[in-house]
């Protein structure tokens, strides 16, 4: 349906990317969000060769996360979003009976980002926006929408 409309997909990829690469590749370039990627360095620029960004979020946050960790630091950053899952995945800071995950994590999310990669907050919060937007064209609009 995505390719037939011409949308993007947003694809909950935990265990499985294999198989959802073996099916979007039988479509040509989609496009959209991994969401929660957690897969091998070879998957993950087989999702970005497909136009996916690669989502990072609550479990990049945990220092025992190291394929997650090596992916937000090796990936470029134009592949990469942000996005906290909420409320699953949540970040290493909260705790029981504080668990659930909110938007509002986001901040520190970006901010874990920035000190694996060496560069500001600023500058996570300025590419995984633009990123974002590019994956998810029609985003810039609803935002638009939604502020009038």
Known sequence: MAAEFHL???????????????????????GGIAHAFNGSAQQAQAF?????????????TYERALQ?????????????????????????????P?????PGE???????????RGITAAQVAQ???ANAMHVLPRLPAAILADAD
Request: hydrophobic fraction near 45%; proline fraction near 6%.
């Open 98 to 102: 504080q668990r659930r995950n909110r």
């Open 106 to 116: 986001l901040a520190r999310i970006a901010g874990v980002l920035a000190d694996l």
């Open 48 to 60: 970005i060769d497909q136009g996916f960004a690669l989502g990072m979020g609550g479990a990049m």
């Open 68 to 96: 997650i960790r090596r992916h937000a630091v090796e990936v470029d950053l134009a592949h990469l979003v942000l996005e906290t899952d909420a409320p699953d995945i949540p970040p290493a800071w909260l705790h029981p």
């Open 8 to 30: 993007p997909v947003l694809l909950h990829v935990r265990r499985s990317q294999d198989i959802l690469l073996k099916y979007l590749r039988r479509h040509g370039r989609i």
């Open 127 to 129: 590419a995984t926006t």
